[in-house]
């Protein structure tokens, strides 16, 4: 787990306003960075951009590509990684089909009128059935991965092995971890095949997109107009922890509908006691992972239904 000195950095998207150079500048590290791009999936690599951005050499660790070669070199692997990645797909549709129901009582509950005494009551008993599926769907993914790691130590494979020995020597002589956006499931579920949390809690890290999601406790994915047609927000899987407490919203104004404060109410509510944060491009948000020594252009949504200006905590403040 990250130590008390962790130096973590949450951006917004950065296709539109790049802001990873002014990030690195802030940290006053010197030397190459190495960057995560994992969620491009085939686009992984193509980072000159990036090096151009940032005036500095850029080592890209090659997580898809890696593990790409590992199912390659390793027939069993790939069979049971395939095997869990259907379980898991059948274990999130049929979390859907119970979270739509679950979804439509709370949301009845919040536009109903009558007796405050009453209704208060069976909206937190609403929420709370929303919270404790959510928890429920998160234990059951646990589980399929622990069994999966029993089952077949990663660790004790060779080539598992010597993939992290040489991303150890390339993170360790990196002066700070970039983790971009992109597939957000593809992104973590890569980092874990290849066990990167222990080493990436060596270094700064600086994340933005699916890369801050990825770092958090909870992913969960939202849209409220995707083009497919309406869609519930859904938790997705566990990520890695180094961020506590915060629900990482990428793209928040495109993807939400902010103005609609029963929407707004509902997701916070949902999701406390997290602090559900925007992340729109020009968001920038520092500190160790646990408490914000700054915040720049992130909203929290608040159980009110509408937006808060999202401030730092002070160093022995117990949170937002």
């Not at 083009?227 to 566990?238: H, M, N, R, Y």
């Not at 922890?241 to 629900?247: A, I, K, L, P």
Request: aromatic share 4%; with cysteine.
């Amino acid at each position: 787990m990250p130590g008390p000195d962790r130096r973590i950095t949450l951006l917004g998207p950065q296709r539109a306003q790049p802001s990873v150079a002014s990030a690195v500048a802030a940290l006053g590290v010197d030397g190459p960075l190495c960057v995560i791009t994992a969620g491009w999936q085939e686009r992984e690599g193509e980072v000159d951009e990036l090096a151009g951005h940032l005036a500095r050499p850029v080592v890209d660790l090659a997580l898809y590509r890696r593990t790409e070669e590992l199912f390659r070199r390793d027939p069993g692997l790939f069979d049971a990684h395939r095997e869990r990645q259907t379980w898991l797909r059948e274990l999130q549709r049929v979390y859907r089909i119970r979270l739509g129901h679950a979804l439509d009582a709370a949301r009845d509950m919040l536009r109903e009128d009558g007796d405050p005494l009453v209704l208060e009551h069976e909206r937190r008993a609403a929420v709370a059935a929303l919270r404790t599926l959510d928890r429920y769907h998160l234990k059951r993914i646990s589980a399929a991965r622990e069994a999966f790691t029993r089952e077949r130590p990663l660790s004790e494979r060779p080539a598992v092995a010597a993939e992290r020995a040489e991303l150890a020597r390339v993170i360790e002589a990196s002066a700070a971890v970039l983790i971009a956006g992109g597939h957000v499931a593809i992104l973590i579920n890569r980092m874990r095949i290849l066990d990167l949390a222990p080493l990436l809690a060596t270094r700064p890290i600086i994340a933005w997109s699916a890369g801050a999601m990825a770092l958090t406790e909870r992913i969960v994915l939202f849209h409220d107009s995707p083009p497919q047609g309406s869609a519930d927000p859904e938790v997705l899987d566990e990520g890695l922890s180094f961020v506590r407490n915060v629900v990482v919203l990428p793209h928040a104004s495109q993807r939400l509908q902010l103005q609609d404060r029963l929407r707004v109410a509902l997701f916070a509510r949902r999701f406390s006691p997290a602090t559900c944060l925007t992340f729109d491009p020009g968001t920038r948000i520092a500190g160790d992972g646990r408490r914000w020594s700054e915040i720049s252009g992130s909203y929290r949504l608040t159980a009110r239904g509408l937006l808060s200006k999202a401030r730092p905590v002070p160093a022995g403040a117990s949170g937002q």
